[in-house]
């Protein structure tokens, strides 16, 4: 192909060739006005030196044809799978290149999301930005058109590139696709225990739901609602309206809520059917009644440990009367006044998070009745903490009392009053409040406490053990509640640092946590931790084997995981991934979820193929929308800034785009011809002027 142009090479700038050109005219106007008869040679002259000073030259190139690129970026974020959409983009991919290829000069460029951004993110799909990143590497002047496979749910329409060409979108998915989708309106971060707050949820209808006209009656639909993984609930919900979940957290630490909305028949998706709500759980104070039954050092030792925490309100009820002291004064009249025992004991028990029996001793200044509710107090749920004494070896001994029934040992009646080390056995490795305690053990072990009393164990698990492997420190459960036993009162010589001491103040803040809940030392406890490659499950457990977990996936699949032992009570398992979502582990009788990247993924927030997304790009660039389930629509060629599309067909505009081989450039006007033009021209003048002079102006007759 050839192409001629006429291009100038000016000897003088050309504002100076107009500056001449202006002379030139203004004499040639003088000449003529002065009626010079050679005029019209001057001004040929003139001419051939302003066309000698311009340098006209004729251009001739060597151009060969480029062909035009049409860009096609296919889609392939996670919403592209749902229903049938991949067979979609397959069909049309199929179809594309065939009609390419029947266009002379034009050939595909196929570009895919995934090339450009991670797909698996939880931000959504971002085709603008790979479109914009596609167009870089390509010539511009040679795309003809821009065609997207997508559903149109895309979530940067406002970075959409300014395009040379018109754009298109060839939509995915169908007309009649319809869900349901669960949304979380407001949650609270953190919660008070005990107190009641509100998460309030809402349903929503997308689409061309067949329930349609249901919906527009308020239908209701059935939420189950779980609490850290535990068993579900339902919950009523009326389609297209807040609804309001209350909500009372039990535990502190961590709680996630899991909702769940069933699977309905035909909806597109469930994977916007879930919502993982976490809550903090935080106490508004931690109330402990400590009852010290016989002034000693150690009483000292747990105001300590209770009073630096100032979420605690401790309440020490102490008894000062020694028991050796017998001077027949009634019990009623030890206190200057009246104590609360009626309301401590009985009418505001349940409102405190443990109570503690310090060296406590029977003497009639706890009617058995009050031990009787201390009692019914741990079964529905609370904590009791023994601390013994020598008294508990004795025939006033509080194991002698209702509470027998629920502690984990009783006192055979024989105390040892030697020193003795305290261990952790292999029940305390696994236990949360006694593992690692010995990791930095000194050499020779902890420091000796100097009192002990033989218990006889009947239920729960001895952490510590005593002289010849007795039990120390026992725990339990007891129907709803906990209870500990502490076989010595000597704990206290840790805290003193007696022959090197040991970690009292970690063992006692651990066992009083244990006793009020605290989830980090359940020992009984099924966690799920999300990774970069994947989930990590942990168990802690008492027991020496497990069953295998249960891993349920986001779209509802399971796999069997085997946990292998890590360390004493605490067994692990990799479970590699790429999938994001909600995951639900269950094992046994206990149950946790876990959100790997988001519950319910931006990508399916609003699922339905819907071309609002494009459609301002494409309206800009005389681009359209054609939907895949119509019919796969042909090409054709338009000249730029007209409609580029139809009924059944859609556009591009060929940019005739080309690379040149050779230039030739022949001069039009030589310099030396010109004024050789020039110079006959003048003397032409020279003589007719010579010839006819100046014609004089006629004189008036009067």
Same mark, same amino acid.
């Given at each position: 192909m050839n192409a001629s142009e006429l291009i100038f090479s000016p000897g003088l700038p050309w504002p100076a060739i107009a500056a001449l050109a202006g002379l030139v005219a203004f004499a040639l106007a003088l000449a003529i006005w002065r009626g010079l008869s050679g005029w019209a040679l001057r001004a040929a002259a003139a001419l051939a030196v302003l066309v000698a000073l311009s340098g006209p030259s004729l251009q001739q190139e060597d151009r060969d044809p480029l062909s035009d690129i049409l860009l096609v970026v296919v889609d392939d974020s996670a919403s592209q799978t749902l229903s049938d959409r991949e067979a979609q983009s397959s069909a049309a991919l199929e179809a594309l290149p065939t009609q390419v290829a029947a266009r002379d000069g034009l050939e595909l460029s196929l570009r895919r999301l995934s090339e450009f951004a991670d797909i698996s993110a939880p931000d959504g799909t971002h085709l603008m930005a790979a479109v914009t990143a596609a167009l870089a590497d390509l010539p511009r002047d040679r795309v003809a058109g821009v065609v997207a496979l997508t559903d149109g749910v895309i979530h940067d329409p406002a970075s959409a590139p300014s395009l040379p060409a018109p754009f298109h979108a060839m939509l995915t998915g169908r007309a009649q696709d319809w869900d349901w989708r669960l949304s979380v309106i407001k949650a609270p971060a953190f919660a008070i225990l005990g107190e009641e707050t509100e998460i309030h949820l809402r349903v929503d209808a997308l689409g061309a739901d067949p329930t349609a006209s249901a919906v527009a009656g308020n239908a209701l639909v059935e939420l189950m609602v779980s609490h850290d993984g535990g068993p579900a609930e339902p919950l009523l919900a009326r389609v297209g309206e807040d609804i309001v979940l209350p909500l009372t957290l039990t535990h502190a630490g961590r709680n996630l809520i899991h909702v769940t909305l069933p699977a309905a028949d035909g909806e597109l998706t469930v994977r916007n059917n879930a919502a993982v709500i976490e809550v903090n759980g935080v106490r508004d104070r931690l109330r402990v009644l400590l009852v010290s039954g016989t002034p000693h050092p150690g009483t000292r030792t747990w105001r300590n440990l209770l009073k630096s925490d100032s979420a605690v309100d401790l309440v020490h009820f102490t008894i000062l009367r020694p028991p050796e002291k017998q001077d027949g004064v009634p019990v009623y009249e030890l206190s200057l006044i009246a104590f609360p025992t009626q309301e401590l004991f009985v009418d505001k028990i349940d409102e405190f998070d443990l109570i503690i029996f310090d060296r406590y001793r029977l003497r009639g200044i706890l009617p058995g009745g009050y031990l009787d509710s201390v009692r019914s107090y741990v079964e529905r749920g609370g904590a009791v903490l023994v601390s013994a004494g020598p008294a508990l070896a004795s025939a006033d001994s509080i194991a002698r009392s209702s509470l027998s029934d629920i502690l984990p040992a009783l006192p055979t009646g024989r105390l040892v009053e030697a020193p003795f080390r305290p261990k952790v056995t292999d029940a305390g490795q696994r236990h949360p409040v006694t593992r690692d305690l010995q990791d930095d053990v000194p050499e020779g072990g902890w420091g000796p406490w100097l009192r002990w009393v033989e218990l006889d164990p009947k239920s729960g698990h001895a952490i510590l053990s005593g002289p010849d492997d007795g039990a120390l420190l026992t725990v339990d459960r007891v129907a709803e509640g906990r209870v500990a036993l502490l076989a010595s009162d000597h704990a206290w010589l840790w805290a003193r640092g007696f022959e090197g001491g040991g970690p009292q103040l970690e063992l006692l803040r651990r066992l009083a946590h244990? &006793?009020? *809940?605290?989830?980090?030392?359940?020992?009984?406890?099924?966690?799920?931790?999300?990774?970069?490659?994947?989930?990590?499950? #942990?168990?802690?457990?008492?027991?020496?084997?497990?069953?295998?977990? !249960?891993?349920? %996936? +986001?779209?509802?699949?399971?796999?069997? &995981?085997?946990?292998? $032992? #890590?360390?004493? @009570?605490?067994?692990?398992?990799?479970?590699?991934? %790429?999938?994001? @979502?909600?995951?639900?582990?269950? =094992? /046994?009788?206990?149950?946790?979820?876990?959100? *790997?990247?988001?519950?319910?993924? *931006?990508?399916?927030? =609003?699922?339905?193929?819907? +071309?609002?997304?494009?459609?301002?790009? !494409?309206?800009? #660039?005389?681009?359209?929308?054609?939907?895949? $389930?119509?019919?796969?629509?042909?090409?054709?060629?338009?000249?730029?800034? =007209?409609?580029?599309? /139809? *009924?059944?067909?859609?556009?591009?505009?060929?940019?005739?785009?080309?690379?040149? =081989?050779?230039?030739?450039?022949?001069?039009?006007?030589?310099?030396w011809l010109m004024l050789a033009l020039a110079a006959l021209t003048l003397i032409g003048a020279w003589l007719v002027e010579g010839r006819g002079g100046v014609r004089q102006p006629a004189k008036r007759q009067t």
């Open positions: 244990w &006793l009020m *809940r605290e989830p980090e030392l359940e020992e009984e406890a099924l966690l799920a931790e999300a990774t970069e490659a994947g989930l990590l499950i #942990t168990r802690r457990t008492m027991m020496d084997t497990l069953p295998e977990a !249960t891993v349920t %996936s +986001p779209d509802g699949t399971t796999a069997a &995981l085997r946990l292998d $032992e #890590t360390g004493p @009570g605490r067994f692990s398992a990799d479970l590699g991934t %790429s999938e994001n @979502g909600l995951f639900r582990v269950t =094992q /046994g009788d206990l149950a946790t979820v876990v959100v *790997r990247g988001v519950a319910a993924a *931006r990508e399916f927030a =609003q699922p339905i193929a819907d +071309p609002a997304g494009v459609a301002p790009l !494409t309206n800009a #660039t005389g681009g359209t929308v054609a939907r895949i $389930e119509d019919g796969l629509p042909a090409l054709r060629p338009v000249r730029v800034g =007209q409609v580029a599309h /139809g *009924r059944g067909w859609i556009g591009y505009t060929p940019r005739d785009a080309y690379v040149t =081989q050779a230039i030739r450039v022949i001069p039009l006007a030589p310099p």
